[in-house]
Nanobody
Framework: QVQLVETGGGLVQAGGSLRLSCVAS????????VGWFRQAPGKEREAVSA???????YYADAVKGRFTISRDNAIKTVYLQMNNLKPEDTAVYYC???????????????????WGQGTQVTVSS
């Protein structure tokens, strides 16, 4: 099992940047796929990005070219670097993990067993 804690959210102006961190405790993260999801008020939770245990990375179309996901297994941390933020990026951001996550499931909420509590990102126009 892993426990996940997200940090790094906050208030930023449009065009600005934030870096979210997802720190895991418990099992080593090496064999886990880790994803970032977000949920805006009144909307469903949606996949943003994921990094597989192989280090293969996936991005939603809405964030390609602006967000970068990375992982550091030695410190059990996954990062989401968010650049050129837009007001529509405003949401609660969650990290999630699952052991041996398949690439085809990177964007499927129900394939992740472990979730963090979320961190708020607010982008002002």
């Amino acid at each position: 099992q892993v426990q996940l804690v997200e940090t790094g959210g906050g208030l930023v102006q449009a065009g600005g940047s934030l870096r979210l961190s997802c720190v895991a405790s418990g099992n080593a993260l090496d064999y886990y796929g880790v994803g970032w999801f977000r949920q805006a008020p009144g909307k469903e939770r949606e996949a943003v990005s994921a990094v597989m245990s192989t280090d293969r990375k996936y991005y939603a179309d809405a964030v390609k070219g602006r967000f970068t996901i990375s992982r550091d297994n030695a410190i059990k941390t996954v990062y989401l670097q968010m650049n050129n933020l837009k007001p529509e990026d405003t949401a609660v951001y969650y990290c999630a993990a699952d052991s041996w996550l398949r690439d085809s499931n990177w964007d499927k909420r129900n394939k992740y067993d472990y979730w963090g509590q979320g961190t708020q990102v607010t982008v002002s126009s």
